[in-house]
């Protein structure tokens, strides 16, 4: 029996693509999504052909795009933030960040809604929104689009000195996680390795024998691996895009071949 094919929406900010993004449109193509990227630009150089692109304008329109950028000076991750919340609200479906990687259909999770997750050790599991699914129109889709247009009212009136760029994503969905209904998805689902492990495990040039020892006693001696390993359960990886700036990673370069970056480009981009 054939999968439903399901739309995944993404946006995108740039004249083109890297194989990190290349990784995630083949890899949700592969599971039968159609990827749709919303963007500013007409044309997206390495853009596969099965990508349905679509004008970010029919969102939010330039000159808004323009000052959350240039008056606001908010980040790129900021701003597709604001972009998600709406395009859910318009159409509804699954977003998902241009570096998550699938392994499965999304459609095995039979939910209307939800939240992926992380594991944040002092913490646990937090809502996050680097991968969710929403009904058009929903109480939830409504209650992040309006906090988010309050949140952004209180940076224009310089109320956050200190700008963190997860004002507007996962520290906003995990306010909406306590105060409205909706199912949070497990970590492992999406975040199974924890983004302080990318430079030691998703993206890495030379083993790094003492992580891995350290790694094996953990689970040898029943200590916590959450964040350390890929499970039954994993239906996408998470590469953690942020990470490889602060770590100098290149998107474009090969890795060793134990990595799980070079595992999933086998995987999906071996014909490219």
């Known amino acids: 029996m054939e999968k439903t094919i399901t739309d995944i929406h993404y946006f995108w900010h ?18 039968q999504h159609q990827p749709v990227l919303w963007t500013y630009e007409e044309k997206i150089e390495n ?5 349905k692109l679509k004008s970010a304008a029919e969102i939010v329109d330039k000159e808004a795009f323009e000052y959350y950028l240039r008056e606001l000076k908010l980040p790129i991750a900021s701003i597709s933030d604001i972009i998600r919340y ?33 594991y944040e050790y002092n913490y646990g599991e937090l809502a996050s929104n680097c991968l969710m699914k929403l009904e058009k129109s929903s109480k939830i889709a409504q209650y992040l689009s309006h906090e988010c247009a309050i949140r952004i ?16 994503g996962p520290f906003l969905v995990q306010k909406c996680a306590k105060e409205m209904e909706i199912a949070v998805l497990p970590f492992d689902y999406i975040n199974p390795i924890s983004w302080r492990w990318t430079h030691k495990m998703i993206a890495y040039k030379k ?41 100098s990673l290149n ?16 995987r999906y981009l071996k014909d490219e």
């Open 14 to 31: 740039g004249k083109s693509i890297t194989k990190m993004e290349l990784l995630t449109f083949y890899s949700a193509w592969q599971n």
């Open 47 to 51: 853009l596969p052909e099965f990508v």
């Open 86 to 118: 709406e395009i859910l609200l318009k159409f509804g479906g699954i977003y998902s960040d241009t570096d998550i990687v699938l392994l499965k259909n999304l459609n095995e999770i039979k939910r209307p809604e939800y939240f992926c997750s992380t």
């Open 153 to 168: 009212n209180e940076i224009k009136n310089n109320q956050h000195e200190n700008f963190d760029y997860c004002y507007l």
């Open 207 to 247: 083993l790094d024998y003492n992580f891995l020892i350290k790694s094996f006693l953990r689970k040898l001696l029943g200590k916590n691996v959450s964040g350390y390993q890929i499970t039954k359960n994993t239906l996408a990886i998470h590469l953690s895009n942020e990470t490889w700036k602060q770590n």
């Open 251 to 266: 998107k474009n370069e090969n890795y060793h071949s134990f990595s799980i970056y070079e595992k999933l480009k086998k």
